[in-house]
């Protein structure tokens, strides 16, 4: 077993897990979509909501606002606690209300120019520290992931005025809570060609795979097709709508070589993402061991 990292980019981590069963390859997957926590707003206190954005609409889009706070550092919230502690909970307020702006021209018709503070965004809710949350996280930055995130809009007289509480979850529980915009995984391709495919044949089965799988080198003054890599591929099959080629191609998969691509929501690194779910994978298979060593043999 071997664990391989391909590509990492900001919010995007592609491996490949060699040498594993595909149970425990789901399994993985499974954890990362469903077990890992994060934080999101769970409880929102609606003291004033003029918006046309009803209390239940508004208050669903605030939950699925992704939040950047590490879950680590916070506990799970006790089953029927109202309050909230500042072990376990993040208080944010969002409060806004727009006008009219004065110096507006009489002829235009922008919202942009009329009104201000005419759109909602996640970028207007702040952190409210709880108990000495200011100095058990003195260099806390608490706030959702991305700024620019629409919650509502807003015209003249109409305000918004919430208290949220962010508490510790999994997706199993709730969506919001899911680390991951998207976890997948797939068999590594495995393209063999059976025999020597040169000149217009090689120019074909180039075009019939994605770009980069199939190289065409120049030997004694004949084109002659390669598999130059085959982890590109798509598996499209188009190769096999070609009388003259798909004979010529055994398109197969290995079995035990999974690439994995996990993309971040943004509120902890795809890298220790993968790190949690091993833990969390570990730590089930231990309690198994646990439970198996526990049921007395007859």
């Known amino acids: 077993f071997r ?11 592609e491996f490949d897990m060699v040498g594993i069963d595909a149970a425990i390859a789901n399994a993985f997957r499974r954890i990362l979509l469903a077990e890992v926590p994060t934080m999101a707003v769970e409880k ?28 680590r550092l916070f506990e799970y919230r006790n089953q029927g606690d109202e309050e909230g502690t500042e072990i376990d909970t993040l208080q944010f307020q969002l409060k806004i209300k727009c006008s009219r702006n004065p110096r507006a021209a009489k002829e235009s018709s922008d919202p942009n120019e009329l009104y201000f503070n005419h759109k909602v965004y996640s970028k207007h809710m702040t952190w409210v520290p709880l108990g000495n949350q200011t100095d058990l996280f003195p260099d806390a930055d608490f706030r959702p992931v991305h700024d620019d995130i629409l919650i509502a809009l807003l015209r003249p007289g109409q305000e918004i005025d919430v208290l949220m509480h962010c508490v510790k979850g999994i997706g199993k529980d709730h969506a919001k809570f899911s680390p991951v915009a998207t976890a997948s995984y ?3 391709p495995d393209i063999t060609l059976l025999q020597p495919v040169e000149d217009e044949a090689a120019e074909m089965l180039q075009k019939c795979f994605s770009p980069g799988v199939i190289e065409i080198q120049n030997i004694k003054g004949r084109k002659v097709a390669r598999v130059a890599n085959a982890r590109l591929d798509t598996f499209s099959r188009e190769v096999f709508r070609h009388e003259g080629l798909k004979n010529l191609v055994r398109l197969a998969r ?8 996990v993309e971040s929501t943004g509120i902890l690194p795809p890298d220790v993402l993968v790190s949690e779910a091993i833990k969390i994978l570990m730590g089930k298979c231990q ?7 526990s049921v007395p043999m007859e």
């Open 44 to 71: 929102v206190f609606v003291y004033n909501n003029t918006s046309i954005v009803q209390d239940e609409i508004l208050a669903h889009r605030l939950g699925l606002i992704p939040i950047r706070a590490d879950p």
């Open 254 to 261: 290995v079995r035990n070589h999974y690439i994995f691509s």
């Open 287 to 293: 309690r198994f061991l646990n439970e198996l060593d």
């Open 186 to 188: 797939r068999l590594l």
């Open 3 to 13: 664990v391989d990292v391909i590509r990492e980019e900001e919010g995007t981590l």
